[in-house]
């Protein structure tokens, strides 16, 4: 059976990338996302009941030290008093407390804790993602919306592990959690840097930095 088309880049130029005992994730030629077929994704009643697990505390130094892997550099290229979204911020906002205190706005998204469709109504100047793009069902979707909502010139920060080879992927923990459904490695990042005209920048293993082109031509 073939794989599916690629959900980010709709390709049907696709291939088997890896399988155990409970999916199989294919890999796209063009754009190099790999993925879980939609046939295999949690239910959103299951999905949330694993997040709800999850012990982000946010007053644990530990996860405010893990956040500012993005949040520091960010800081560096931010205006002062810039207005941001934390988009999927999960039922514990901290990464938008740690840019409040810093001087700018914040609104949160998120579809399971902080459903607010009206902050997809308007244009900011950055946005951050924190261990949300990997949960991604519908990738090419949720990065259009991103790009929209990015002003000319605007930030887009992301924090996710990266995928880095057939071997590694088959020992990777990473792969293991039910709700990591979409996975990117840097050539990936590089396709939506293009897709997107964008500037990139990657810092450390698992921060990529976007900055939206001034013109926002991207088609």
């Known amino acids: 059976m073939p794989a599916p088309p690629c ?5 049907a130029d696709t291939r088997h990338f890896h399988s155990d005992s409970k999916r199989v994730y294919s890999r796209c030629r063009h754009c190099l996302l ?3 077929d939609c046939a295999q994704h949690l239910p959103p ?14 007053d644990d130094p ?3 030290k ?33 840019l409040k205190a810093q001087g700018h706005r914040m609104k949160l998204y998120d579809p399971f804790y902080a459903d607010f469709p009206e902050h997809l109504q308007q244009a900011y100047d950055f946005i951050v993602c924190t261990e949300v793009v990997e949960h991604f069902r519908a990738p090419k979707s949720e990065f259009d ?23 590694a992927f088959a020992k990777w923990h990473y792969k293991n959690d039910q709700t990591h459904i979409s996975f990117f490695s840097r050539p990936t990042f590089y396709w939506l840097a293009a897709r997107y005209n964008c ?21």
């Not at 959900?7 to 390709?11: A, D, E, F, K, M």
């Not at 810039?82 to 999927?88: K, M, P």
């Not at 790009?147 to 995928?163: A, E, N, R, Y």
């Open 66 to 98: 893990f956040l500012c892997r993005l949040a520091k550099p960010l800081l560096e290229r931010l205006p002062n008093n810039s207005e941001g979204l934390d988009y999927g911020c999960g039922p514990g906002p901290a990464l938008a407390d740690l």
């Open 145 to 167: 919306t991103l790009f929209d909502l990015l002003k000319p010139g605007g930030w887009l920060g992301i924090m996710t592990k990266l995928v880095v080879d057939a071997e």
């Open 7 to 11: 959900p980010l880049c709709t390709s």
């Open 199 to 219: 500037q990139i920048e990657f810092i450390g293993n698992d921060v990529i930095i976007l900055q939206r082109s001034p013109d926002r031509c991207s088609d």
């Open 62 to 64: 530990g996860y405010i």
């Open 45 to 58: 009643s299951q999905e949330q009941a694993i997040y709800d697990l999850h012990q982000n505390d946010v």
């Open 34 to 36: 790999v993925y879980v």
